[in-house]
């Protein structure tokens, strides 16, 4: 199903732009694996920085030519274990040096690494080792480990790496080496060549199984490669720039871009959600690659910080915004980089250029007073940040196109390594996930006859390119329903191409709402737009069968407190957690307080504002019954992936009775 970059069809050929871009990175096109980056990169980067971690203990940094030595110790120290060529080897961590170090000490033995948080589910993990066949595991910690342990006897478990340096059990009879073992076993060694090609089987991804069980998504080094020669397209690092990594570094969107970046010599700062803030502003990083709710966290600490100024300065900061978003919208019309108008009239544009020359010096004023401020909060130094696992906002994408902060949104599955479209920095049409990266192929089709669609009319995206997965692992039934005979993936998305080739996405084929009248609902976009509230914290639509939408609410609390008591309301809000309930299957974390007729009245009219404020507002799209919850969507309680996106089968299994009575 893959097919080497000398052997692109895509009908979008690059531009001369894209092919200068490329020109000036650093190229890889001669190599075939992901293992044989490192030799190079220790060549032509040695003494700069690879990695950083600031919050390991102690401290690690690491060049690129001590990290190509660390590789090669863990390599032959997997060799002299016995792996051969194709075995394959669990690798149940989180974010760390180490974790690199295992993932490509795996791939220079040969291994195939089978890839997952050391957070996943029990079940779901022991399933991984079974369903992959992977003859070693290597764990984050003991505790993960021991997690496992009780049905690791009836697995065909050769031995056990830990990434920690904690003792085993002295009755353990599995075999179990620490990461510095392992080191210590490789060191004296020298590294057996192995031969690999681009055909050959990288890692296998697990998808999260919310709807069945997990699926491994056969990733090989020709999909990862093809990331890495390609990329250069979107971004142009140089040796030397800084990146701040905080997803899960086992994650299609950030371990393909990681690769990339390395292959560049960008130096990589790993962070986490508790220090993300703080190391932005100290790290200063040249590039960050994040999903749709961090930047939302990002906005709302700025956004907080400006409700927090005194009133003077809230109007003042409010004029600013106001009028800056009257000039960017102006500027995409006269750019030609308006999803509203894709083909402005020569009138249209003339009108638009003279309103963003108007407001230009109000602009640069607001930047100077405000914005300027904003871009030193997160550093002062970043050139671009890349956003995908999730559609953004366009409140979000408004607002950091006003301060000053590039975005440049991707788009793909764990199924096309993952990237197959990019926004770039010469055309970043907002609201859209951008133009294919070389190579990839685009096709717009009707869900139900599979018949293409014409431009610019919505249907479901098929993608087909080099970056295609080989298929699922052990399962050809999945594989044929997901590829068809001529090579095209069914990415399960809505949505549209423009004449500029930009995709355009409209929701998930299998998350549209189906009203009772007939009406097809896309939840993302209207749950976008509620989330510009300063009330509701999250929030997720329900509503399938039914005469009209439906929301489940978490609540912010802390902007509702301020609310209370700036009307003089008695009311005391619980905290987060607290219930009236004693939960179980079907039931919310609520409280009485939550019911009171003052908090309905307000979130009810935020909701009809964010709702019909919206552009493109349709009378089917205002949502009817709501639900206050306590209980927070998230990763520890099962409700979110770990790239935070809300599980929406989970959500709805666990609340269905709530659900239910909502619509009774």
Not at 390 to 414: C, N, R
């Amino acid at each position: 199903m893959t097919m080497p970059p000398s052997a692109f069809s895509s009908p979008y050929p690059m531009t001369e732009l894209e092919r200068n871009n490329l020109k000036h990175m650093v190229d890889y096109n001669a190599i075939a694996t992901v293992p044989e980056l490192w030799a190079l990169t220790a060549q032509r980067f040695r003494d700069k920085v690879a990695i950083h971690d600031p919050h390991a203990k102690p401290e690690v940094m690491m060049t690129f030519g001590g990290l190509y030595e660390q590789l090669q110790h863990f390599a032959s120290g997997l060799q002299l274990l016995g792996v051969k060529p194709g075995d394959r080897i669990a690798l149940f961590a989180d974010n760390s040096p180490r974790w690199l170090i295992a993932d490509q000490g795996m791939m220079m033995a040969g291994a195939v690494n089978v890839v997952r948080s050391s957070q996943a589910d029990r079940e779901e993990l022991l399933y991984m080792i079974a369903d992959s066949g992977s003859r070693a595991i290597v764990t984050e910690d003991r505790a993960t480990f021991q997690k496992l342990r009780v049905q690791l006897d009836d697995l065909p478990i050769e031995f056990v790496i830990w990434l920690s340096e904690e003792k085993p059990d002295a009755n353990e009879t599995l075999k179990i080496l620490t990461f510095s073992q392992v080191m210590e076993l490789g060191a004296p060694s020298t590294l057996q060549p192995i031969q690999r090609t681009r055909s050959d089987l990288a890692t296998l991804l697990y998808t999260s199984g919310t709807t069945g069980k997990p699926k491994g998504v056969m990733l090989t080094h020709g999909n990862l490669m093809h990331q890495v020669n390609t990329l250069g397209v979107v971004v142009q690092p140089q040796g030397g720039s800084r990146v701040l990594s905080i997803l899960p570094t086992w994650h299609a969107y950030e371990r393909t871009i990681e690769y990339f970046l390395f292959s560049q010599g960008c130096a990589q700062i790993y962070t986490n959600l508790r220090s993300v803030k703080k190391d932005i502003k100290h790290y200063q990083p040249n590039y960050m690659v994040g999903v749709p709710r961090l930047w939302e966290s990002i906005y709302e600490g700025i956004q907080k910080q400006f409700r927090e100024q005194p009133a003077k300065k809230q109007k003042l900061i409010q004029f600013f915004l106001t009028n800056s978003q009257r000039y960017i919208l102006a500027r995409r019309i006269a750019q030609g980089l308006s999803l509203e108008n894709l083909s402005p009239s020569l009138a249209e544009r003339g009108g638009a250029m003279l309103q963003a020359a108007i407001l230009a010096p109000v602009h640069a004023l607001g930047n100077k007073l405000v914005y300027q401020k904003v871009r030193e909060a997160t550093g002062g130094q970043l050139k671009q940040v890349i956003s995908g696992g999730g559609s953004l906002a366009k409140h979000l994408d408004d607002f950091f196109e006003i301060v000053g902060v590039e975005v440049l949104v991707g788009y793909g599955l764990t199924e096309t390594a993952p990237v197959t479209n990019a926004r770039r920095p010469w055309r970043n049409l907002r609201g859209s996930a951008g133009q294919p990266i070389p190579g990839t192929e685009i096709r717009i089709v009707d869900p139900d006859s599979r018949k293409p669609l014409p431009q610019g009319q919505r249907g479901l995206v098929l993608i087909r390119g080099p970056q295609v997965m080989q298929g699922y692992y052990n399962n050809p039934q999945a594989t044929a329903k997901a590829i068809d005979p001529e090579g095209w993936f069914d990415s399960g998305d809505l949505g549209w191409v423009t004449p500029a080739n930009d995709l355009v996405l409209t929701g998930r084929a299998k998350d549209t709402i189906v009203l009772t009248n007939g009406e097809n609902i896309e939840p993302q976009p209207i749950e976008d737009a509620c989330l510009r509230c300063p009330y509701i914290d999250q929030i997720m639509l329900v509503g399938q069968d039914q005469r009209s939408l439906g929301a489940l609410i978490v609540p912010n609390l802390e902007e509702l407190k301020k609310w209370i008591a700036a009307e003089n309301l008695n009311l005391q809000l619980p905290e987060l957690g607290e219930t009236n309930q004693k939960g179980g299957e079907g039931t919310a974390p609520t409280a009485p307080i939550l019911d009171s007729k003052p908090i309905q009245d307000l979130i009810r009219q935020e909701l009809n504002r964010r709702v019909q404020d919206r552009p493109g507002y349709r009378p089917d799209d205002r949502i009817g019954p709501f639900r206050l919850i306590l209980e927070p969507f998230s990763i520890e309680n099962g409700l979110m992936t770990q790239t935070l996106k809300v599980r929406r089968n989970v959500v709805m299994d666990r609340y269905q009775d709530m659900i239910n009575e909502m619509f009774a």
